[in-house]
């Protein structure tokens, strides 16, 4: 049942819709980018600076199975991840999470970070603030 909600839930965010008060964005239609530096990580960029006067972000990142959102930090923003579905580990300046649906990590600015998806791979919805793009 567990993993059914989670196919639901995973489902409703990548078919839903974002609203503001000058737009609509339908996620369906948004594209997915290639991360610049990491294979195999993509992001769908829901919520970008231009819409929150650069106050804050909002995208879904898919890392795919086995794949690595290696060691990084944000100079500067702090970052909030939503797992949505999957699994995998997260290391946070050096501490192991186990990254599964429901869990919700905040990373503070400068903080190194690094999440490993598992065999299934995983979505993540990722916040910025300030924005990342």
Do not use: R
Request: net charge neutral.
């Amino acid at each position: 049942m567990k993993k059914v909600l989670e196919n639901i839930f995973l489902s409703n965010v990548l078919t839903g819709i974002v609203f503001s008060t000058n737009e609509e964005k339908v996620v369906g239609n948004l594209p997915w980018n290639p991360h610049a530096s990491f294979k195999g990580v993509y992001l769908k960029h829901l919520v970008v600076g231009k819409d929150t006067d650069n106050k804050l972000s909002c995208h879904i990142v898919k890392i795919e199975p086995q794949c690595v959102l290696d060691t990084h930090f944000h100079d500067g923003k702090i970052e909030i991840h939503e797992v949505v579905s999957g699994s995998g580990k997260m290391n946070l300046d050096g501490k192991e999470i186990d990254y599964t649906p429901g869990k919700i990590c905040i990373i503070p600015a400068n903080i190194p970070h690094k999440v490993v998806a598992g065999k299934e791979g995983m979505y993540i919805l990722a916040k910025f603030t300030s924005a990342l793009l």
